[in-house]
């Protein structure tokens, strides 16, 4: 893990995209609780509308996924992971907007729908480039530092949020959370960094 971390701050295209996933990831996390409470304290959901808003826009997800390696071939890597990394960025945003009734159901599931189907289109080409600029010996030490750093870094920001809601408002925390999850987009893609294709 020690080695994963410094083999991957060491590298200043890794550096980047590991900044920009612990950075984008966290404020993900820190909002699912404040939205969680939002929908049911605020907004009054029932439970099957909670369940709705939650559940069906991971289809968004399978979709991205399932387009990701068509928009690849046709536009190449680079442009995908810039296009859909900065497109994933804003939803959160909206959040605050939402209302009691149909119109805050149809805006809160269109938000979730929209954030995922853009992560679905990213995520693969991410991964796939983060494996082709990682040295082949170090792939596995890289994975677990990666991995390490998000889990120690996100439950920060999810007790920040909280503490956040508390002395502001949820929908104040929640716009915090969304000009994070922006914040993420200069560090993307290292303008010289070498892609791969897809087959």
């Known amino acids: 893990m020690v080695a994963g971390w410094r083999y991957l701050l060491g590298d200043r295209a890794l550096r980047l995209l590991f900044a920009n996933a612990l950075l984008f990831g966290s404020a993900i996390l ?12 605020v907004l009054h959901f029932t439970p099957w509308q909670y369940g709705l808003v939650v559940g069906l826009p991971c289809l968004g997800g399978v979709l991205g996924a399932r387009l990701s390696p068509r928009l690849v071939r046709r536009f190449g890597i680079r442009r995908v992971l810039i296009g859909a ?28 729908f929209g954030l995922l189907l853009c992560a679905g289109v990213f995520n693969p080409a991410f991964a796939a480039h983060r494996m082709a ?14 991995s390490v750093g998000g889990r120690l870094t ?20 929640i ?10 987009i200069p560090f993307l893609i290292p303008r010289t960094a070498d892609v791969p294709s897809y087959r």
């Open 30 to 41: 820190m909002v699912v609780p404040l939205e969680t409470v939002l929908m049911l304290n």
């Open 85 to 112: 990394g900065i497109a994933r960025t804003p939803w959160l945003l909206t959040i605050p907007l939402a209302g009691q009734g149909f119109g805050g159901l149809v805006l809160l599931s269109t938000v979730s």
């Open 133 to 146: 600029i990682t040295r082949e010996d170090m792939m596995s030490r890289v994975l677990a530092g990666w």
């Open 154 to 173: 996100q439950p920060f920001f999810i007790a920040a949020g909280g503490a956040l809601a508390t002395v502001t408002s949820l929908r104040t925390a």
């Open 175 to 184: 716009v915090v959370a969304g000009i994070l999850c922006v914040t993420s």
